[in-house]
C-alpha cells in the first residue's frame, strides 16, 4: 500500500450529498483521510451546474462554472463522490467555456486535477483495498457519466472486490442506463420510470442485498421506485462501502 | 410525411402502455443488437474501420461541392438524367414530371427514408402512378395505412396474426398466420408487379463520386428487381449519400452490414452505373437521380454537419434504451432514435423537434455504437442549447434556472435556504422520504418516493464536526 | 431556370456553406491500402465456411458427372421444373443439359422465364469472382451478361473455378474499375427477410436456394 503523505485534496462534495446525504460526504472524506489524504472543503461551494447545462441552460451553467472555478482555485486535487460531476468538470466546462480564452484555461486546469473519487483512489493513491468494514451482498450500477464519460469502470469494482466482507455480483447490462438523467427524470417521468423499472429488474434478478453506484442521481432514481415499490434491496452509495463504519454527526 | 414531434410526450406514452408493441420493439432491437455485438467480436478490424468510416464520410462533406459535381458528371456521362431539387415539393414534382414523361403507370419501390421525408408515395399517387412498395415490411406497412417504426423493420411494431388479416382483407388471400406462408402469398404477389412495371423506385445507401453509381444494400432483392426489370429506374438520394469513390465502398460496408443486422455483407449489394448498353439482355433504358437538398446544405453550414455523415445502420435507435421504450412511431416523423433526435429538429425546424432533443439521459450508448463517431449526446446538448437561445424553452424552466443559479450563486443564501427546508421537511416528511414534491416535481413522486432532505447540509456538519467557524 | 444552372446553384450553395463566399473546390487527397493476401487454397476454404454461414449450399468435385445426382436432387426438393441460363455462358449450357435427365427438368428460354406464371426454375451461371472475406459471389452485366439467373430463379446454381477466387471486395472493384459496367451484384446466399415478428424466412424476392459448384 502506497504511503501518501498528506495529499491535498479539495473535497467537491456536490449539492445532492450536502442537501440530501451529508453521510455520502462524510463518507467520502473518510476514506481519502484514511489513505494520506489531507482533505480541506471550500466552503464557498455551491453546484458544478450540470442541470442547467444539460437542460440547455448554458448561461445559468455558466455561472455556477464560474463560482466553482473560484472556489477551487489553486492546486491539489479535487476529488468527489460523484461521476457526473466529475465529467461535467472534465469534458464539459470546456465547452462552456469555448468563447472565453482565460476561463478555458482555468477550466481545462480544473478538470485536470478533478476525480471521481474510486477513480483518484486507485489510479492516484494506488489503493488496492479500501480496509472496510461493509458487509453484504452488493451488485455495482455503472452510472454513465462515470462509464462512458469518464472511461472509470474497473476501479469501483477492484476496491469492492477487495473487501472481506462484500460479496460482488454483477448485474446483467451494469451499464444500462437507469433513466435518472436529471430533468429528464421529470420531464418524461413516464419513460424515466420504464427505465428505472427494466434497471431494478435487473438488480432483482441478482440477489443482492445492496445497489451501489458513484452517483447519487441514480441511487436517488433507483432507490426511490425501490422504497415506493417496496423491494428487498437498499441503495447505498460507493463512498460509503468503501468507508465502512463512518461517524456521520447529526 | 408531415412531423407530429411536437406531440412526442403523448405518443410515447401511448407506445408505453401498448404491451404488444413493447414486446415487438424488445424482440427487434433484442436481436438487432446481439447479432451486432458477435458481428463486432469476430471482427477485430471494427475500430480501425470506425476511424476510418469516420474520416471518409467526414471528407465527404467537407468537399460535398467537388464530389457532388463530380458525381453528376459521371452519372450524367453514362447516361443518366440528373436533377436537383431544393426542396421536397420541388422533389415530388419532379418525380411525377419524369414518371409522366416516360409513361409511367405502375412503379416498384424499394425502401426509401428520404422518399418517407419528402411524401413521393402521395406525390406519385397524385399523378396517376401506382406505387407499390416492395420492400416486405414497407408492403406490409402500406397495406395498413401506417407509417414504418424503424429503418431497418418497417413492420416490427407489428404481430403476424396482424399480418395475416390484413392480407386477407387487402388481397383476399385465405388466412394464414405462418409466417413463411406469408412471406410466400407476399414473394409471388410481388413478383407480378415487378415484371410488368414501368418504373423501379429506390433510394441510394451511397452514391459514388468517381464513377457515378448508385449503391444499393438490401438482404430481400427487392432492391435487384427494381433496378433490372423496369424500363426506368428512379433514385432519390439525400445529396449526403455520396462517397468520394468505390474504393471508399469495402470499409463502410462493412461497418453498416455489422452496424444494421450483424450481418459480415447483406445479401445483395448492387453498384449500379447508368444505363443499359445495346448489348444488355436486360436492365433500365432510363435513369433518373434526383438528388435532394430539403434542408441539408443549412446543415452543412453549421455545427451540426458531422450529423449527415450518418450512414443509416440503425445501430443508435437499437442501443438507445428511449427508443427500446417508445419505439419509432413516438418520435413522430421519419428518423427516430437518437439520430432522428438530431436529424428532425433540424430538417423540420426546432420548435417541432425539441422534444426529440429533449427526450434523452445523454448516457452516450448511442455514441459508442455509431458507426462514423457522430457525437451525437454532444448535439443533443447544443440542440437543447439552441432551444434557450432562440426563446423557445418553457417559461417555468428558465424561471426555475434562473432561480437555481441565483441560489447557488452565494454558499450563503445556499446554506440558510437548506436549513431552512432540513426544519421544515422534518415536520412534513416522516421516515425520511418526500412523497410528494410541489409543482412539475410531482412527476417524480407520482411513482417514485423522493428522500426527505437532510435536517442540516453537509456543510453545516462538517463545519461542526471539524470545529471550523462559520 | 433550366436543369444546368440548377445543379451550379446547387453546387454554389454547397460551396458557401462550407466556405463561405470565396469557396473553392480543392480535390481531396487521395489514399490507398493493401493488405497482404492468401493462397488459394486458403481462399477457397475461407469462400466455403462464409457463404455456408450465409446459407449457401456448397458442391466441390474434380469434375462434374459424380455431383448431378445430388444437384437433382436438391433442385427437385426446391420444386424446380425448368433450368435457364446465358445462351453464351458455355459452362452453364453444359451444366444445365446434363442435369436435364436428373429431374428431369425443362430447358428454356430467358424469354420464357420473365413471364409472371413461370413454375419454379433454376438460374445456372458462370460466376465472375468469388469473394472470400463473406462468401460473396459477384456477377455483373458487363459484355451482355445477363443477371436473370440470379434474379428470377428460385434456385441458383453457380459454378466457381480456382481462378475466380479473390480475398476481398477491394479486389474485386479494383479489376472491374476502367469502364464499369451497367451493373455489379456482389450476391451472399439466398434472398431473406426478418420483416415479419424479427422471424428470418429464406427466400424474399430473390431465389430461395444458392447452390455453389466448385470445378477444377
Known sequence: MAQNRSVPVSLFFTCLADAFFPRVGFATAAVLERFGAEVRVPLSQTCCGQPAFNSGNRREARKMARKFLKAFAGDGYIVTPSGSCAAMVKNEYPALFRDEPAMLSLASLAGERTYELSQFLVDVLGVTDPRSSFRGKVTYHDSCHLRRGLGVFEAPRKLLRSIPGVTLVEMEESDRCCGFGGVFSIKYPHISCRMVDDKIERILATGAQFVTSGDIGCLMNIGGMISRSGYPVKPVHLAEILAGDVEVPL | ?470 | MNPADRKEELIRRIAVALRGRDGANPAPASKASREGTSGEADRIARFREMFESQGGNYLAGPSLEPMLPALGEALRISGVAELFFPPDDAGARLVAETLVPFGPFTLVSLDEVRRPSAPPSAGIQTAEFAIAETGTIVQTGREGKTLLPGLLADVHVVLLSPAVFVDRMEECLAALSGDLPRNISFITGPSRTGDIEQTIVIGAHGPKKSIAVLLP
Not at chain 2, 386477407?168 to 409471388?188: F, Q, W
Not at chain 2, 445523454?362 to 432562440?390: H, N, S, W, Y
Open chain 2, 1 to 470: 410525411m408531415e412531423p407530429l414531434s411536437r406531440f412526442f410526450h403523448r405518443r410515447s406514452e401511448k407506445a408505453l402502455a401498448d404491451t404488444a408493441l413493447q414486446a415487438a420493439i424488445s424482440r427487434a432491437t433484442g436481436k438487432f443488437l446481439g447479432a451486432r455485438a458477435d458481428a463486432v467480436a469476430a471482427f477485430p478490424g471494427f475500430e480501425a474501420a470506425r476511424d476510418e468510416g469516420s474520416r471518409i464520410r467526414r471528407e465527404t462533406l467537407d468537399r460535398l461541392d467537388f464530389h457532388l459535381a463530380r458525381f453528376i458528371a459521371e452519372a450524367e456521362r453514362r447516361g443518366a438524367v440528373v436533377h436537383v431539387a431544393r426542396d421536397g415539393a420541388e422533389a415530388c414534382e419532379i418525380a411525377a414530371r419524369v414518371a409522366k414523361e416516360e409513361g409511367v403507370a405502375l412503379a416498384v419501390k424499394s425502401k426509401s427514408m428520404l422518399a418517407e421525408e419528402i411524401g413521393l408515395n402521395e406525390a406519385l399517387k397524385s399523378a396517376g402512378v401506382d406505387v407499390v412498395e416492395a420492400d416486405l415490411g414497407e408492403y406490409i406497412v402500406q397495406l395498413a395505412g401506417e407509417p414504418p417504426s424503424h429503418i431497418l423493420a418497417p413492420a416490427v411494431h407489428m404481430a403476424r396474426e396482424r399480418v395475416a388479416r390484413l392480407f386477407e382483407e387487402k388481397l383476399g388471400e385465405p388466412y394464414t398466420d405462418r409466417i413463411p406462408e406469408l412471406v410466400g402469398i407476399a414473394r409471388r404477389r410481388l413478383r407480378e408487379k415487378f415484371l410488368t412495371a414501368g418504373m423501379g423506385i429506390t433510394g441510394a445507401n451511397f452514391l459514388c463520386a468517381d464513377t457515378g453509381s448508385v449503391v444499393l444494400v438490401t438482404n430481400e432483392g427487392n432492391g435487384r428487381m427494381g433496378t433490372i426489370l423496369p424500363r426506368v429506374h428512379l433514385v432519390v438520394a439525400g445529396i449526403e449519400k455520396v462517397i468520394p469513390g468505390l474504393a471508399d465502398l469495402p470499409v463502410l460496408l462493412r461497418l453498416l452490414t455489422r452496424s444494421a443486422t450483424g450481418q459480415p455483407i447483406s445479401t445483395y449489394v448492387s453498384v449500379l452505373t447508368g444505363v443499359k448498353r445495346p448489348e444488355d439482355p436486360e436492365g433500365p433504358e432510363r435513369l433518373h437521380v434526383i438528388l435532394v437538398d430539403n434542408g441539408r446544405t443549412g446543415i452543412l453550414q453549421g455545427k451540426y454537419r458531422d450529423i449527415l455523415k450518418c450512414i443509416r445502420c440503425g445501430a443508435c435507435l437499437n442501443v438507445c434504451p428511449v427508443y427500446q421504450s417508445v419505439g419509432g412511431h413516438a418520435y413522430g416523423w421519419v428518423y427516430s432514435g437518437p439520430m432522428g433526435s438530431v436529424l428532425t429538429p433540424l430538417l423540420a425546424g426546432l420548435a417541432e423537434g425539441a422534444p426529440l432533443a429533449n427526450a434523452s439521459t445523454l448516457c452516450g450508448a448511442c455514441a459508442e455504437v455509431c458507426p462514423v463517431k457522430i457525437p451525437l449526446p454532444e448535439f443533443l446538448l447544443e440542440l437543447r442549447a439552441d432551444e434557450r437561445e432562440q426563446g423557445l424553452k418553457d417559461p417555468a424552466e428558465v424561471f426555475g434556472m434562473k432561480g437555481y443559479a441565483a441560489v447557488m450563486g452565494r454558499a450563503g443564501i445556499l446554506e440558510a435556504l437548506e436549513r431552512f427546508i432540513g426544519v421544515i421537511s422534518q415536520v412534513l416528511f416522516k421516515e425520511g422520504k418526500a412523497p410528494w414534491l410541489p409543482f412539475r416535481f410531482s412527476a417524480w413522486t407520482d411513482r417514485r418516493d423522493f428522500p426527505a432532505p437532510s435536517p442540516q447540509p453537509f456543510r453545516k456538519l462538517w463545519k461542526k464536526q471539524r470545529g471550523i467557524r462559520p
